[in-house]
């Protein structure tokens, strides 16, 4: 199944239901990938993922086990706020000089938005995907001008690889970012990442490709009666 790009719009910050969440989110890992996505333009930051859903997901109903309800009704049961927006067109292009493939180290910490404040322009697009022995993860780093991208993952315990001029800006500006390859094993809880500064409310001007005349479809859940409870995972 193609994957496509969602917005996690008006996503809060952090999960009230931590625990719950990344629970969840291992158990979701453990049957699909997952890339997480965070675009930063100034000071404002909008929360995508990347996944491979079902066919019914550019109308709006779900196949049964799609994996994109299944997420949505994690997060709409561990999440404050937050709605699926299937973006067709992707992510626009955006002016990065500096990009970086990193994946963690036996050390690798977590990152988040607040972490890319030193940044006018940035993207990150993490991958998680199920190994061997447990999680692992790879992540592309994007940015424009401003302090060294893979000083910051090393800082952090990543191993990170600028990419070459011609690569790198080609590669991070993918309309929907795809699979990264490379990854190492995560030892730590995965996690998403969200918006961390001011929440863009309608970001779309600058940060994703105009629609034309496609409309966006909401991600609405199939079985909206099933109770938030259930089992992520049939
Ligand atoms: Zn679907």
Redesign the pocket.
Known sequence: MERLLWRLHNISPAPHSPDRFDAGLRLHLEHTDLLTILVQIGDQQQAYISAA??D??GRGR??PG?Y??LLLRLLTATFEAVDLMLVPQGLARRPYTQVVLARPGKHGKPFDGADLASWDNARVAMHWQRGVRGLKAAVVLAVGDGPDPAAFLRERGWTAHLLPKGIGPRTANSPIPRAVWFKSEWGSAPFLLTPQLRLVQSGRLQVEEEGGEVREVR?PLTHPSVSANTTVEG
């Open positions: 859903g079902c019914g997901c779900h196949v799609c994109v309800e991600a």
